[in-house]
């Protein structure tokens, strides 16, 4: 396992990994452990921006067409399955969930009984199946719970897509303004992640 490293007002993680691009694989498996250093408060000044409550994303895959794979490049998300993440302030626990997008359009996997809640303690995994044909299935669970706490997601592309490409941890937003507000961390962070593909 990995540890990643935020800088207060970047979008972009440290230990920046090499561009992996595959054509096939049976099981992709991410482990991530929070940090306390990812605990923070969304309250500016009694100012609340929205997209502190966006999901900041762990990894993933981008689902490529051959044909656009040098334009996919800068497109990673436009078609993808990815692990977001999120501080509740509220519940003060961490939220996990499966991020889908087509198209660029977020699909509503993140539904509240869709959601992963844990604290700083919890390791939680998330597993991408590559099922027979077209369909995908994305598991989303905490290590130390049993069957019946597994979150399970069957995902249908909008095509056949045969090459794939890791995503990174990024953690974004709409508004990627310098300031306060908007998609950029608001203090340095950390988490340790472990990647491994069948």
Known sequence: MKTYTIKKGRTDWSTKEPLQIFSN???????????????????HDGKVDQ????????????LADPLFCI????????????LGWR???DLQVFE??????????????GRPDQILRCD????????IIRE???QYRALLYLKEGGPEDI?????????????????????????????PYGGRAPKEMKVGVGFTKK
């Open 25 to 43: 694989f049976k099981e992709l498996v991410w482990e991530v452990s929070p940090d306390d250093s990812m605990i923070f408060d969304y309250n």
């Open 51 to 62: 997209d502190w409550n966006d999901w900041k994303k762990i990894g993933g895959i981008s």
């Open 71 to 82: 334009l996919n490049l800068f497109l990673k998300s436009r078609d993808s399955i990815q």
């Open 87 to 89: 501080w509740n302030v």
């Open 96 to 109: 996990f969930v499966v991020y889908v997008n087509r198209k660029s359009k977020f699909l509503p996997y």
């Open 120 to 127: 700083k303690n919890a390791q939680v995994v998330f597993k």
């Open 132 to 134: 027979s044909g077209r």
């Open 151 to 179: 979150n399970e997601f069957l995902i249908e592309p909008r095509k056949r897509f045969t090459l794939y490409s890791r995503i990174g941890l990024w953690y974004g937003g709409s508004n990627n303004a310098q300031g």
